[in-house]
């Protein structure tokens, strides 16, 4: 059976250091994927954008940076919750979000209350939804 846990949080997309503007985040986690989490950026006047990673990714990011492809996650802030800054990659094109690490903190236990962390292998097949997910990529590369 498919369950899943949904969250929608606001992040600063930072254009420069002068300019930022607030976008709606779509946070996205199913039973039937048990190690990625799912973001989808709702850019104004562009079609919406996700990106999986996985889940532990975004957990060890709240309090140490964390992540050394193209999705990068570290709190900002020297203590306690703060916000957590994101940098995601293609090639030499980054787009830099900041949000709060409380919302994030939310979703990540409702994940864990759904599928304990540790206990992915009972709900999904590492190796199918590594192929799904390599499947999926070769398809958008295909496509453009």
Partial sequence: ?????????????????????????????ETEDPYAVRMTFH?????????AFGRELLLDGISAPSGDGDVHI??????????LAIRLQVGSDR???????????????????????GQEHRY??????LERALDGILAEENAG
């Fill in 124 to 129: 999904g097949d590492f190796r199918e939804c």
């Fill in 43 to 51: 850019l104004p006047g562009d079609a919406p954008v996700t990106w």
């Fill in 95 to 117: 787009a830099l979000f900041h949000v709060g690490a409380a919302p994030v903190v939310a979703f990540l236990d409702r994940t864990d209350k759904l599928v304990p962390l």
């Fill in 1 to 29: 059976m498919r369950e899943s846990v949904q969250a929608e949080v606001l992040m600063s997309f930072l254009v420069s250091e002068e300019l930022s503007f607030r976008i709606q985040v779509g946070l996205r986690y």
């Fill in 74 to 83: 570290a709190p900002t802030g020297a203590s306690g919750l703060g916000d």
